[in-house]
């Protein structure tokens, strides 16, 4: 998500390296982490530096902030859920979301104030809440229900709807208390990983297949209570060739059947992917689907329309 954001603002990658969720846990120390920050630190191609957790163990978070504090170069930090005091204590930018993580580091390396992409951000959120106005009026149901092709983006959905006040059920589940009881049936707001073992074992990764995300699709379409659809689809290589066409002929046929459902998505991609980003978008909102320019955006949508939906 944050490198495409970055080549779609402009901007490239010097190095990308994913060190794994559980890097950061006590057990494993965040060796892959600290190393690939010093690595980072070192390499003259790199100007501006990204670091994106979940939360680090307090006995890593002390090995991070010893090496963090010897970095020169500008850095972004999103610890993803973490209290807004955690990056404060490093000399970095705290990002909020992988969106503002991504402009921040685009607005340094261009030696840009950052202060303008964060009101940027804050207008377009207003233009999202009109947006929302707009056709809160023609949906008749009141629940979100989230399907998505791996755990950063519906992690990330789940946060952005908790700052706003809506809890949501997961199989992964931001707040331990709302882990869904049975994976296949949706609660109120639900938001679900397809990527996780339950759903993979045996079976090609959803961002490749996406018959069970067609076949969920249709399922909570019949559910009365549903408002909106919320999705991803990521790009690239390895990822279905043909996205759109997976799943447009799902959606139309359920908003032939249920005009007032809304469909929303974000596409995690860039025009110089294979399947290529604007031929995808222009396709799904062909299909009637709001594309949102990123996760953060779209979970945004999705919110206020839960909250008008409330009034």
Known sequence: EVSAIISNNGGGISQAIGTGGRDLRKEIGGIMF?????ALANDDRTEVICLISKPPHPEVLRK???????????????FMGADKGLSERFDTIAAQTLEEAAMLAVALSNHQQTKKVLENLQN????????AE??????????????FSGGTLCHEAQLVMAKSGIKTYSNTPVDKDYKLEDINTSHEHTLIDMG???????????????????KRMLEEAQDKETAIILFDVVLGYGANRDPAG????VIKNIKKENRSLQFVCSITGTGKDPQNMEKVKAALEDAGVFVMPSMAAAADLCSYIVHLLDK
């Open 246 to 249: 997976e799943l447009i002929s």
């Open 64 to 78: 991070l902030t010893k090496v963090l504090n010897q970095v020169k170069k500008p850095t972004v930090t999103l």
């Open 124 to 131: 377009r959120k207003e233009q999202i809440k009109q947006q």
């Open 196 to 214: 996780e073992d339950e759903f993979t074992s045996g079976r090609p990764h959803p961002m490749i297949d996406f018959s069970l995300r067609r």
């Open 34 to 38: 600290i190393d690939a920050l010093e």
């Open 134 to 147: 707009n056709f809160s009026n023609k949906i008749n149901g009141k629940y979100i229900r989230g399907l």
